[in-house]
Nanobody, 115 residues
Framework: QVQLVESGGGLVQPGGSQRLSCAAS????????MSWYRQAPGKLRDLVAR???????TYADSVKGRFTISRDNAKNTVYLQMNSLKPEDTAVYYC?????????WGKGTLVTVSS
């Protein structure tokens, strides 16, 4: 049973930083692209950042220059370093990964940016 578990959410002040982690576990024989999505209240789930197995990265325009996605293949883990956080970054952040040629989602972690 493949599972994705996110951690690192919480309350952070505007201008602050937060790092999210997402660890994949289970029977993994092929781990391809890993991504972070977010969903704000009343809005659709949107792609935040994506990293391929060859470390090619893609970012949403709204987070370019502030967020950095990275991965540790030895730990089957993807990270999202978020800097200069804004109130509009408040959302549930979901991890997504292509594992064994199937798409998996984590349950999400809430990030709240507020003073």
């Amino acid at each position: 049973q493949v599972q994705l578990v996110e951690s690192g959410g919480g309350l952070v002040q505007p201008g602050g930083s937060q790092r999210l982690s997402c660890a994949a576990s289970g029977s993994i024989f092929r781990l391809n692209a890993m991504s972070w999505y977010r969903q704000a209240p009343g809005k659709l789930r949107d792609l935040v950042a994506r990293i391929t197995s060859s470390d090619t990265t893609t970012y949403a325009d709204s987070v370019k220059g502030r967020f950095t996605i990275s991965r540790d293949n030895a730990k089957n883990t993807v990270y999202l370093q978020m800097n200069s956080l804004k109130p509009e970054d408040t959302a549930v952040y979901y991890c997504n990964a292509e594992i064994n040629f199937q798409d998996y989602w984590g349950k999400g972690t809430l990030v709240t940016v507020s003073s």
